[in-house]
């Protein structure tokens, strides 16, 4: 049963994270280069900019929540499934997801790197 | 893509992997934290390690949701996972932990997948406004999957 919870908990970090960095990605293209914006209207203009953008808080409330999801998952299961389960799944959502939602090309070199980024990250915690 | 922004997304990598490694430290000298001493997690804030980790992290976020205003999300995430690997290489030469063959094989996996996304365009062109609508025109929408 335990099994069972934590894979659903791995499930809600991945669901909660995708969507975190799909909504702040969003949020800071709306917000522009910052770099240039910080040189053109100052520092607090750059906070006040993101700081007031719907999916920036949108995105930091779903990034609590897969926190959140992180801190019950690891009373449910072990670190060693909890951990890599959820970082290397969450690289090939956001792939999907941006593809879907950001509309970003995702082309085959993208789709390479995310799957090898992922596989990477489960021998690294294996 | 300039060298300001990869040194943004050097900081990420950076950030994000020793940030990390200090709370863990940290946590492990504060110790176990109950629910019944609650406050325990508040002081654990004036250990160095863990104050330095939270600095670092905020460092990290700053420089994500900038990496993520003029770089696409599918460049970012790949392309910072370099911390993983930084982690593995202090872990073997810093810290003399034995690092095992599938570990390397992962440092190996993870280091080919950022050189695959670096090597293409970090931004996905979309026009936002009336000037890159009239730049592109209707053909831009070929940029897109």
Not at chain 1, 13 to 36: F, N
Not at chain 2, 6 to 17: D, E, F, I, N, R
Not at chain 2, 120 to 132: F, I, V, Y
Request: hydrophobic share 55%; net charge positive; proline share 3%.
């Amino acid at each position: 049963m335990k099994q069972t919870y934590a894979w659903g908990a791995i499930a809600a970090i991945v669901l909660a994270s995708t969507t975190g960095d799909v909504l702040l990605a969003r949020a800071m293209k709306q917000v522009g280069d910052v770099g240039a914006l910080w040189r053109q209207s100052g520092l607090w203009t750059v906070l006040a900019r993101v700081l007031r953008n719907p999916n920036f808080l949108l995105g930091v409330l779903a990034m609590t929540t897969a926190f959140y999801s992180l801190l019950f998952g690891l009373s449910w299961g072990d670190v060693s499934l909890i951990g890599p389960a959820s970082a290397s799944l969450t690289f090939v959502t956001n792939a999907v997801a941006a593809k879907i939602f950001l509309h970003e090309r995702v082309d085959r070199r993208r789709w390479m790197a995310a799957m090898l980024v992922a596989g990477g990250v489960v021998l690294l915690a294996a | 893509m300039t060298f300001r922004k990869y040194l943004v997304l050097a900081g990420v990598a950076l950030c994000a992997s020793i940030g990390d490694s200090l709370l863990s430290r940290g946590m492990k000298q504060v110790g176990g934290i109950s629910l019944h001493h609650f406050s325990d997690l508040i002081l654990a804030v004036l250990n160095p390690s863990v104050a330095v980790g939270i600095l670092l992290l905020l460092g990290f976020f700053a420089s994500y949701m900038t990496a993520l205003s003029w770089a696409d999300l599918t460049y970012v995430l790949p392309a910072t996972s370099l911390g993983y690997v930084l982690l593995t290489l202090i872990a073997k030469f810093y810290l003399h932990e034995a690092v095992t063959t599938s570990r390397w094989i992962g440092v190996l996996l993870i280091s080919a997948g950022v050189g695959f996304v670096t090597r293409g365009p970090a931004l996905t062109r979309q026009p936002n406004t009336q000037s890159e609508q009239a730049q592109y025109g209707t053909a831009s929408a070929g940029n897109r999957p």
